[in-house]
């Protein structure tokens, strides 16, 4: 393998560091979209099952129980949080 082209770097990446009461609506919003799905039990067709929301509210997915619903949530390396 060739690695000639590829560079590397001794300095620590920059992070993004933002004032979190100036940020917009929209930023808001979108605030854990990627980290975080909210679990709510809801009832389907007369059955007790979990909701898997994202972050905004928008549906991601239903489970037979709360052990399975907070394993998909792991699984794709989100941290649930609980809706009551």
């Not at 067709?45 to 998909?72: E, K, R």
Request: aromatic share 4%; net charge negative.
């Amino acid at each position: 393998m060739n690695t000639s082209n590829i560079q590397q770097s001794d300095e620590p990446a920059m992070a993004v560091v933002f004032d979190i009461r100036h940020i917009s609506t929209e930023q808001l919003a979108q605030l854990g979209m990627q980290q975080i799905a909210y679990v709510k039990p809801v009832v389907v067709n007369g059955t007790s099952c979990f909701a898997i929301h994202a972050a905004d509210g928008t549906p991601m997915a239903v489970a037979g129980g709360l052990d399975v619903a907070m394993a998909a949530i792991a699984q794709h390396e989100m941290v649930p949080a609980q809706v009551h």
